[in-house]
């Protein structure tokens, strides 16, 4: 594939060049038609379309370059805009890059020349500093000129008296002298045309210089006239799309706003709704947004703080019916009220110092050749996968992460109003997964018996409880209890579908909240978990589809919507939306946000159906609500979370060895612990020798019951467990095994067959009794 020798580099030229660039993983690297100009990189197919179609166009000015190879290079402005680009060569390659950086340092002057600029047209006297500075850039030039002038007489001048110069030595040199006089002759002849050829020289090069700058003097002078010019049309347009704007607002709102026969009744006890007649009025002093049901049309603008301060209008009088006092106490001001149960009302006991550290991740390469040849004769049940797939935690420990902010339940057991308490339920709903985000390690499957524990009691109120209480399918029950008034419990289990180029993780399973003081039951399940780039690039997860949080009591409901990421969608990555309804289905409040960084809510003040139509044909709701408070924002990672598995702090703390724990706690676990400690060659050998004394177990206890046992369902515990469904999930388990501290129920919510915890866990840990405790390691 022949392409055209690009020119070499210079500052401030338009560089050209077919380059290519990564597009998807269907059709890989696609050759593109690449074009640097005024500091701007735009693409195209082909040249041809260089005149009407654009593909693609990336400010330098803001970008970031980087170099992954010798013909690999990625512009990227922060994420919204990412080109990924390959060379046909390295020479070429450097070329471009050169390029590249010469137009972004550009780019970046005359961004901060055009700020200035700007700064300066605020000013009432903005047009006669454009004319002052443009009589200044005239004289500038018309000195240079003056001065280009005076150099090309003195060349002149300096060609002729040099020619004189030059005619006299030869004039001299012609006469007959002596031997001595015609040396001398000759040597100054030589210094006269060695002078002549050197004054030559710098005459040039002052003209040549004198030149560029001319030229450069004259580029400027367009480049700022035409910057001038284009912020004059920006400013005209800007004012125009002002005045469209006020008026369709206008005309949208006298639209929508529906009259007092046809309000929702509830509005009208509680206080008065506007009529047509109030519009005008209520549109001066409040605002509202606008949100659809749709979640990629959610549109958030701050209210009008003077609205929530009105006394006697239709706010105060939901605000009284949601449990807050005159509208002017938010979610979270409510929440941390203080009472007597408050923790902070109690007597102040010292808590334990948890690590902050552990050891960095070593830096070990994956040979899948050692792994492959170490599998060579042995059964497919038996094949051991290595740690380095693994993080250092159990998937009992990953569990208990769903407890990273439980602050979410204690506010949600402090509220009143049962549709406020959902929004925090759902927010807590949403901020489990948003320790996943760079979390691309495996978890270790836990072992048959397997326990963990996390006591938090003095920190932060609540003790929790996990069990690997099924093998086949694989399944884990949870249990946590908080002093605050919250109980959560869920089981678990994992079903995953390899497709290819991703693997879909589908859990399994209810998860149940009840809060003591209003004796709420919530219940919800959880989305899919998807891993991309399994076999080639860079691993990443996403989660994807719908979560509905029931009120078992009250009958309220929040439907939530995970969007799954999209290389087309120009919507915000990683985004959820969703809408809290009571019984009856009227909507009361907004939840909008991302899983990986916070979440808000919005109350609702009015519904209509909106003019437009959804993709399936159905008219959209709009919601009139206020502006949106948040419930929760993610805490930052600790400081060199990059070696430590991107660990959270929690995250950190799980695996820190404690005194009194059960013999079967994911703490006691020889190979995770080795793991941790950078030792993963002895990892590999223990995790090994669990295997093999897991299966041993199992084909006793088989025995014991008498029953057969099939070597193709003897998978292994840790990695290869045989794959669950909903239906294997619900008929039972298929390990004859009795957990310790979970029996199996049938769930009075949902009907399904569960893990319950049974009790006793801690009093044996009081008395320090573990002699029931299976030996599992």
């Known amino acids: 594939m022949s392409e055209p020798k690009a ?16 597009t998807n993983y269907i059709k890989g690297y696609q050759r593109r038609w690449f074009v640097l100009s005024n500091g701007l990189l735009s693409y195209y197919r082909t040249q041809s379309e260089m005149g009407h179609t654009c593909r693609g166009t990336i400010n330098l000015a803001t970008a970031n370059i980087a170099v992954e190879d010798s013909c690999n290079f990625v512009i990227s402005n922060g994420g919204t805009q990412t080109y990924h680009l390959k060379a046909s060569s390295e020479v070429e390659r450097q070329r471009w890059i050169t390029a590249l950086e010469l137009a972004k340092a550009k780019a970046f002057r005359m961004q901060a020349e055009s700020d200035d600029s700007g700064d300066d047209s ?73 002078f002549r050829i050197t004054s030559n020289a710098m005459i040039n090069a002052c003209r040549d ?66 009529g047509k007649g109030d519009v005008s009025d209520e549109d001066e002093e409040n605002e509202f947004f606008d949100a659809c049901e749709d979640v990629q049309e959610f549109i958030t603008v701050p209210a009008d703080p003077k609205y929530h301060r009105r006394s006697g209008s239709n706010v105060s009088g939901i605000s009284s019916e949601l449990g807050m006092d005159d509208g002017t106490t938010s979610l979270d001001e409510q929440s941390l009220a203080s009472n007597p149960e408050s923790p902070q009302s109690q007597e102040v006991v010292p ?88 979390r691309t390690g495996k978890p270790f499957n836990p072992l048959l018996g397997e326990t963990f524990e996390l006591d938090r009691v003095q920190e932060s109120g609540y003790r929790s409880l996990c069990e690997q209480v099924s093998h086949h399918p694989p399944a884990a029950a949870h249990h946590a209890i908080s002093e605050r008034g919250w109980t959560l419990r869920q089981e678990i289990a994992l079903a995953s579908k390899f497709r290819g180029k991703y693997l879909s993780i589908m859990p399994l399973g209810s998860i149940h909240c009840v809060f003591e003081k209003s004796n709420n039951h919530y219940t919800w399940k959880k989305v899919t978990t998807t891993v991309h780039n399994i076999i080639v690039g860079k691993l990443w997860i996403d989660q994807s589809g719908e979560i509905d949080v029931v009120n078992h009591k009250t009958g309220d409901r929040c439907h939530l919507k995970f969007a799954p990421y999209s290389y087309f969608s120009r919507d915000v990555a990683r985004k959820v939306t969703g809408v809290v309804t009571d019984k009856d289905g009227k909507a009361h409040y907004v939840l909008s946000g991302t899983w990986d960084e916070k979440m808000e809510c919005s109350r609702v003040m009015e519904s209509s159906r909106g003019g437009e139509n959804g993709a399936d044909g159905r008219q959209k709701t709009v919601y009139q609500t206020l502006k949106a408070k948040e419930l929760w924002r993610k805490t930052p990672l600790p400081e060199g979370a990059e070696d430590m598995y991107y660990f959270s702090t929690l995250a950190l703390t799980l695996n820190e060895p404690e005194e009194g724990v059960a013999p079967t706690d994911s703490r006691r676990r020889p190979d995770q612990r080795l793991m941790e400690q950078g030792r993963w060659e002895e990892a590999n050998a223990e995790k090994q020798r669990l295997e093999e004394k897991q299966r041993t177990v199992r084909r006793e206890r088989d025995r014991e019951a008498n029953r057969s046992t099939n070597p193709a369902e003897e998978a292994e515990e840790v990695e290869i467990a045989s794959e669950p469904s909903e239906t294997t999930y619900k008929s039972g388990h298929q390990d004859n095994y009795k957990p310790m501290w979970f029996e199996r129920q049938i769930d009075p919510m949902t009907g399904d067959p569960t893990h319950i915890y049974r009790g006793g866990y801690w009093e044996a840990k009081e008395q320090g009794n573990w002699d029931s405790c299976p030996d599992i390691f």
């Open 122 to 194: 605020t000013s009432p006297s903005a047009s006669q500093g454009a004319g002052s500075r443009n009589s200044e850039v005239q004289s500038t030039l018309r000195t240079l000129g003056s001065k280009v002038e005076d150099l090309s007489t003195c060349n002149d001048l300096i060609a002729k008296h040099g020619s004189a110069l030059q005619r006299s030595l030869s004039e001299l040199e012609g006469i007959r002298l002596g031997g001595e006089t015609s040396e001398k002759i000759r040597q100054v002849t030589e210094r006269a045309t060695l």
């Open 351 to 438: 808590v334990r110092k948890r690590r902050t550290r552990i050891p960095d991740k070593p830096n070990y390469s994956l040979n899948l050749w050692s792994i492959m040849k170490n599998c060579i004769g042995k059964e497919l049940s038996k094949i051991p996968m290595p740690v380095n797939f693994n993080e250092p935690l159990s998937m009992l420990q990953r569990l208990s992460e769903d407890l990273e902010y439980y602050e979410l339940l204690d506010r949600g057991a402090k509220c009143q109003s049962s549709l406020e308490q959902m929004c925090y339920v759902a927010a807590f709903t949403v901020s489990s997964y948003s320790t996943t985000v760079h």
């Open 7 to 22: 020119p070499t580099p210079a500052p401030g030229d338009t560089y050209k060049g077919w380059l290519f660039k990564w």
């Open 209 to 274: 210089f004198l030149a560029l700058a001319q030229a450069h003097s004259k580029r400027w002078q367009k480049a700022l006239q035409a910057e001038r010019e284009q912020r004059v049309r920006l400013e005209e347009t800007l004012e125009q799309l002002a005045k469209q704007h006020n008026h369709l607002e206008r005309a949208f709102r006298g639209a929508t706003v529906l009259p007092a026969s046809q309000s929702n009744p509830a509005i009208d006890s509680k206080g008065s709704v506007p």
